[in-house]
């Protein structure tokens, strides 16, 4: 357990917390007027080793050697100069601050750090951490590495958890929600969508499933699998030679066929480690995904696919009411797929750049 101090004078700014790994869709932004959670689980931090926020440079600005340092190996809009390793955490785990109102941003309904820090330690003044809950983006605050302190405190050490007791304990992510949004002409509304953790998600895993591919066609696992990649898949790789295979893979399931070259598995919420096969899989290429959408993907259909006879089965889709489904196909993340691929070597490829290129000047915006 740690607590974070301020750095300049030492006042505690944060009650105890655990650290976790960062979510996958920390850096999103979903939609329009969406009134987005909180990122971080009450009584944890995530370290996102990146920078965020301003001031940004354009790539002509940087260039190509710098960005490599920096772990980015094809071109992007802008880089960030802000401050790398900040801790992320609730808003409701902070103690002892005070917004600063001229650093605002540009936000329309709430905050969204784009004037830099816009908390202050209560104590000294000093600008310690930047609270972000505009809409569209996911709550939180985040610390500055060069405001603030971490101390050990004193408290039970848990260990994390282990891979058996993840995949018994763990929770699905559910791939359709109610979105909740700030209002309209009829005041606060909500209405069913594909999550956003999912839609992160996919983007994230998007990115390593083409490094994957390796250029050729890549065949997904049926099931939800196939709703989610596969149409992307067919769409940004060639129809053409023989087929990758992609299998699921993790606590709890039997070992793929020596055949798959592809496994798609998941990543430890608590140290953010991805599960690693052994056996004849354990050359295949890993494709990391958040264990709650990991967990819905190898999940039994909860309906049965055929139509029954005699008394209807308790575990049938009923029609009555129709499921809450949203009325277009599910798209991946852009900006996440984005933000990935440009930070796989791999992407130096010309057909991975190639597709990057195409994303910038909106191509298949029915993909993402």
């Given at each position: 357990m740690f607590v974070f101090t301020c750095a300049g004078c030492g006042a505690q700014l944060t009650t105890p917390l655990s650290q976790v790994a960062l979510p996958v869709h920390a850096r999103q932004k979903y939609g329009n007027g969406a009134q987005l959670p909180v990122l971080m689980q009450a009584g944890t931090f995530a370290v996102d080793p990146e920078p965020w926020g301003g001031p940004w440079r354009v790539w002509d600005e940087?260039?190509?050697?710098?960005?490599?340092?920096?772990?980015?190996?094809?071109?992007?809009?802008?880089?960030?100069?802000?401050?790398?390793?900040?801790?992320?955490?609730?808003?409701?785990?902070?103690?002892?601050?005070?917004?600063?109102?001229?650093?605002?941003?540009?936000?329309?309904?709430?905050?969204?750090?784009?004037?830099?820090?816009?908390?202050?330690?209560?104590?000294?003044?000093?600008?310690?951490?930047?609270?972000?809950?505009?809409?569209?983006?996911?709550?939180?605050?985040?610390?500055?590495?060069?405001?603030?302190?971490?101390?050990?405190?004193?408290?039970?050490?848990?260990?994390?958890?282990?891979?058996?007791?993840?995949?018994?304990?763990?929770?699905?992510?559910?791939?359709?929600?109610?979105?909740?949004?700030?209002?309209?002409?009829?005041?606060?509304?909500?209405?069913?969508s594909w999550s956003p953790q999912w839609e992160a998600a996919a983007g994230h895993a998007l990115a390593h499933l083409l490094v994957a591919s390796r250029g050729r066609p890549v065949k997904v696992p049926d099931g939800a699998a196939t709703d989610v990649f596969q149409r992307a898949l067919d769409t940004l790789l060639p129809a053409g030679g023989p087929k990758r295979r992609a299998a699921l893979a993790g606590p709890g399931r039997p070992s793929p066929d020596a055949g798959v070259d592809v496994l798609l598995v998941p990543v430890h919420p608590q140290t953010g480690q991805t599960w690693t096969p052994t056996g004849p899989v354990e050359s295949a290429y890993l494709v990391p995904l958040p264990l709650g959408v990991w967990l819905r993907l190898v999940s039994a259909q909860p309906y049965l696919p055929v139509p029954a006879s005699g008394r209807m089965p308790q575990d049938v889709l009923r029609d009555d009411p129709l499921p809450m489904l949203p009325s277009y196909l599910f798209r991946a993340d852009r900006a996440t797929f984005q933000h990935t691929l440009a930070r796989l070597p791999a992407v130096r490829s010309p057909w991975l750049r190639t597709i990057l290129a195409n994303l910038t000047h909106g191509t298949w915006t029915e993909l993402f």
């Open positions: 940087t260039g190509p050697g710098e960005a490599e340092e920096r772990g980015i190996y094809a071109l992007v809009h802008a880089l960030s100069d802000g401050m790398p390793g900040a801790s992320v955490t609730a808003p409701g785990d902070i103690r002892g601050t005070r917004l600063i109102p001229e650093q605002r941003g540009g936000a329309c309904c709430g905050l969204d750090g784009a004037d830099g820090p816009n908390m202050a330690c209560e104590a000294c003044g000093l600008p310690v951490a930047t609270r972000v809950d505009d809409c569209s983006l996911w709550q939180a605050v985040r610390l500055s590495s060069d405001a603030v302190h971490r101390i050990p405190v004193d408290g039970a050490h848990t260990a994390p958890l282990s891979w058996a007791e993840l995949a018994e304990q763990g929770e699905e992510t559910p791939l359709v929600e109610p979105i909740a949004t700030w209002g309209g002409p009829l005041g606060p509304s909500h209405h069913w």
